[in-house]
Structure formats: C-alpha cells, structure tokens
Nanobody, 127 residues
Framework: QVQLQESGPGLVKPSQTLSLTCTVSGGSILTNDYYWAWIRQPPGKGLEWMGAIANTGSTFYNPSLKSRTSISRDTSKNQFTLQLNSVTPEDTAVYYC???????????????????WGQGTQVTVSS
C-alpha cells in the first residue's frame, strides 16, 4: 500500500515561507504514469489545487499561486516538497499531498481522482 505523510510546521508567521514535505512509502515517486500533487483546504472552503510534480520531475502550478509556489523532490528520500513564499493568514489551511494516475497531470480537486492521500496537516499563518 502506498502511504503519504505530510510534515512541516503547524504555525508560520506572515511573510515567511511555508515548507512542507510529503514522504512516500510503499511506492516510488519515480514510478511511471503517476504524479504527485499538493492540495489545500482553507477552513470552511473547498479544496484548492496548488500544483503537482510528475514522475519526470516536471512541475505544474495553479496560476493564482504560481508566483509564490515551488514544488520539488528528493528522489533519494522518496519525498516531494512544497514551498509557499510570503504567506498571509489567507494561506491558513489543511494541506494535503496526494497521488494521481497520469501520465497527464490534471487540475482536479475531486477526491476520487487521487488514489492515495496523506492525512493532511494543519497550517496556521499567524503572528
């Protein structure tokens, strides 16, 4: 079974950079025809697709977040990361990493489009 686990700070101050790591076990982030996504859910709101990284290392971003977002990976650790710069309280959300079937990266927040999800991690942006 593939398992994903988010890790990182639960509290970030405004203007700082949020860095989260998704650790994958039971499967490789290099496996062909899968991609790995970051999705978040602000309190009381729906899911927001942030971006994804394919098994090739190609990255894709939500245009509304692209200027502040960077997704990368460490293949030796089977991890991929999210960096979100210049955070504000509007970035407070539960952040999820998830896996979806490729090869085409789809912009989707439909839960069933992802075969594996992390449990999510709460991130609060506050001074």
């Amino acid at each position: 079974q593939v398992q994903l686990q988010e890790s990182g700070p639960g509290l970030v101050k405004p203007s700082q950079t949020l860095s989260l790591t998704c650790t994958v076990s039971g499967g490789s982030i290099l496996t062909n025809d899968y991609y790995w996504a970051w999705i978040r859910q602000p309190p009381g709101k729906g899911l927001e697709w942030m971006g994804a990284i394919a098994n090739t290392g190609s990255t894709f971003y939500n245009p509304s977040l692209k200027s502040r977002t960077s997704i990368s990976r460490d293949t030796s650790k089977n991890q991929f990361t999210l960096q979100l710069n210049s955070v504000t309280p509007e970035d407070t959300a539960v952040y999820y990493c998830a896996r979806a079937k490729g090869p085409i990266v789809r912009v989707t927040t439909k839960r069933s489009d992802y075969d594996y999800w992390g449990q999510g991690t709460q991130v609060t942006v506050s001074s």
